[in-house]
């Protein structure tokens, strides 16, 4: 009876066979799976609700987006999970809200300014931490601990200036737009306007620039990269240069559409994490679908349940998420 | 609320309070109390090498079952026995703790951390949004009157030996650390059984500990379980001393703190967290006093930044932390 490898395969049950598939082609899955969630939902709530709400949830999910890249991409190359990041976007929101109020100037310039102060920020820190602690071969737990007094130190420095007090960037909150029947802030709308144009540029220059396969090649193999003779601290200070300037602009876009506050990016770590796994961790690619999927889902569940416990749903996807797929929907834990 | 002060339970200090036996007694009863959540942070970290970014989880659901429990949830009239709810509380904490040790334990290092946070983080949401059993943000009351008979038995006993008036939370700093060091005891002599030499080389070199026949897996789920216990206990602890319980109480900057101490004490060393609790708070509680012309807030945040360089010199320049031994540094790649 046991005889294991010699007995014929016996004929699959159907529920084994879409496991199977389902573990083959993991991506088509989850697409299926979100199918099913969306035929529900209109079923069950109505098609304006579900498309009016998942508007919504595209603006937080192109915030979740933006941060996820930066951080998936500083663990593809650098193998840091940095538990900074999130205050790396708190960073940005309040640089565009000295720009934006304090000197009075247009927001636009504000988003500049924020996105090259986090980037200077990012190699300001590869600089005099991350690079000097690789040099020493600093082991895993050495190095999250010390992303966790960084996320401390940037946000009571934070705290220290600016206080606690709730501010608000200088935008127009009150006005809608109404598009194919459904309405939407005009900030919303610019926030996933802008957050899919930087997206797509950001995802072509890493399939199709010379520096994004030069940066998939640092995450493939550093070593091997700069044996092949790629100038590796250049690409990691660009990398830093896209982590911060990403977060920068998810920061200023987070306070668009809600308010700033000295513990607005730690608030979105947790998300942005699992907007990460969601994408396989180091997967740049990944971690944009993952945000802007994480955002609808989160903002589809205010249709079923109260809208306090949308916090708490992200938290469920990310367990969900590490119980049954920890290496992601598109299951490439290794690639960029 | 500041906010600046989530877990901070000191409150309105003056500088009148430096010379005020209450005072200090608080931040003694905070201090021991984070020597036991701590030395669960020690036996996964420092001696089975895995990072537990979750222990204010574990102290929520000890603090909460232990409360919900005993009122029966805000609008209840009591449930079970104070007593009683104490041992069952841990039973419910070391149940989330397999809960989520066995999916979670199986992956790397890094994922696990954000594992463990996220569980926590979970929990506080769910006790936030959860009004009905836990009274949201308002929080649960009234649950440790038995402990207050208690206390004023001790009360007697101190009176007795000729201190009239020893300050109200007296009787619980003594429990506090008469727990704290026999749970420090207890866990030293756990390490040095075969289970707990087992332990240092799952942490030192899982695949040499499976080819050896032991089951790395289990192991670190134990040293899970047991992490969660401490964890339970320190959650009561924290309770009974603010004698309400209420989620701003377990934001993650808890565990962040113990982590800390747990640098400050050294990796791989039980009596190194008492050392790094006591240094800790009373330099962090002490910091209060130097009189700088700042706000209030101003100085709350400069503590954070202080706490946040501490934990990065350390790991630059020390990271086996004060007395931790080099040679047991974990985690290395």
Known sequence: MEAGALTP???????ERLREAANRRPAAAAAVILGVIVVVLVASQGLHDVAQTGLTGLSLGAVYALGAVGLTLVYAILRLVNFAHGDFLTFGAYMAYLVNVTWG??????????????????????????????????????????SLGLALVIRYVIQYIWSTEIRFLDVDVTSTVNILGLQIGQTKLIVIGVGVVVLMATGLMLRYALLGKRMRALADNLELAETA????????????????????????????V???????????????????????IGDAFGALAGGLVLGVVIEWSTLLIDARWKTFIGFVILILVLLIRPQGIFGRARSI | ??????????????????????????????????????????????????????????????AYSMAVLTTGGPEGDG?????????????????????????????RADYFAIATIAFAEAVRLFALNARSLTGGNQGLFGFATDWDSVSSTIEGWINSIGWSDPPTLFPLLLVVWIVAVILTVVLRLLQ???????????????????????????????????????????????????????PTEFEPIVTFVGFGILILGGLASYWGVTFGAIVFWFLFEGLRFIDLPLEEVQIASLRYVIVGLVLILLMAFRPQGLFGKREEMVLGD
Do not use: H
Not at chain 1, 260 to 278: D, H, K, M, N
Not at chain 2, 80 to 88: A, D, E, G, M, T
């Open chain 1, 258 to 280: 809600t308010d700033i506050r000295p513990e607005l990016g730690f608030t979105l770590l947790l998300p942005i994490f699992a907007a990460v796994l969601l994408g396989g």
């Open chain 2, 192 to 246: 040095n059984t075969p289970w707990g030499r087992v332990l240092r080389a799952v942490r030192e070199d899982e695949d040499a500990a499976r080819a050896l026949g032991k089951n790395a897996f289990a192991y670190k789920l134990q040293s899970l379980a047991i992490a969660a216990t401490l964890g339970a206990i320190a959650g009561w602890f924290l309770a009974i001393n603010l004698n309400f319980v209420n």
């Open chain 1, 9 to 15: 395969r016996r004929a699959l049950t159907p529920v």
């Open chain 2, 79 to 107: 449930l079970i026995n104070f007593w009683l709810s104490l041992p069952l509380s841990v039973l419910i904490t070391v149940a989330f703790g397999l809960l989520v040790g066995l999916p979670s334990l199986r992956l």
């Open chain 2, 1 to 62: 609320m500041t906010g600046a002060l989530p877990f901070d339970p000191v409150f309105a200090v003056t500088f009148e309070s430096f010379t005020d036996p209450e005072f200090w007694t608080s931040v003694g009863i905070l201090a021991g109390t984070y020597v036991i959540l701590t030395l669960g942070l020690q036996m996964n970290v420092g001696y089975t090498g895995i990072i537990n970014f979750g222990q204010a989880g574990f102290m929520a659901i000890g």
């Open chain 1, 229 to 256: 003779g790629i100038d590796t601290s250049r690409v990691i200070l660009w990398t830093w240069i896209f982590a911060g300037g990403l977060a920068g602009l998810a920061g200023v876009m987070a306070a668009e």
């Open chain 1, 105 to 146: 100037m247009p927001l636009i310039l504000g988003i500049f300014f924020a996105m090259a102060t986090t980037a200077l920020l990012g190699i300001f820190l590869e600089r005099v931490m991350w690079g000097p602690m690789r040099a020493r071969g600093a082991g895993v737990l050495q190095l999250i601990l010390m």
